[in-house]
């Protein structure tokens, strides 16, 4: 655990930038349905791109582990579970808006996942399923 907690740590720093980010969307983007469709299309589309930009990280900084992205995630969830629970006001939306954003950032979450174990690392062997 002690070698995944700077992952950790790097996935919970990367989602308070993100938290920042949000704060710049307009509070009523979120409510009409094409701004809906905009945050949850930038989550897919940034998933992948999460994936190939965290691997060489973890790397360069010798903490490298075959699923880097998917501890980073944990680490940026529990944040903004934490965030969006006791500061909401953190990503600058309220009420529904709110609920759309963090919705779309679990999103995000599961497509990092989704990525982390669908896309190969070829600096990490897959796990033998054999026996």
């Avoid at 740590?9 to 009523?28: E, N, T």
């Avoid at 965030?83 to 529904?96: E, I, V």
């Amino acid at each position: 655990m002690k070698r995944h907690l700077p992952v950790l740590l790097i996935g919970a720093f990367l989602a308070f930038a993100v938290a920042l980010v949000f704060r710049l969307v307009p509070d009523d983007f979120p409510l009409e349905n094409g701004g809906r469709i905009v945050l949850f299309l930038v989550a897919a589309i940034t998933a992948p791109v999460f994936v190939f930009s965290i691997r060489p990280i973890t790397r360069l900084l010798s903490i490298g582990h075959r699923y880097a992205a998917s501890i980073a995630t944990l680490g940026a969830l529990t944040f903004d579970s934490i965030a969006s629970g006791f500061a909401p006001q953190l990503y600058g939306h309220q009420g529904p808006g709110a609920v759309i954003v963090l919705a779309s950032i679990v999103f995000g979450g599961v497509g990092i996942v989704t990525c982390d174990l669908l896309i190969p690392d070829k600096n990490h062997e897959p796990h033998d399923t054999k026996g």
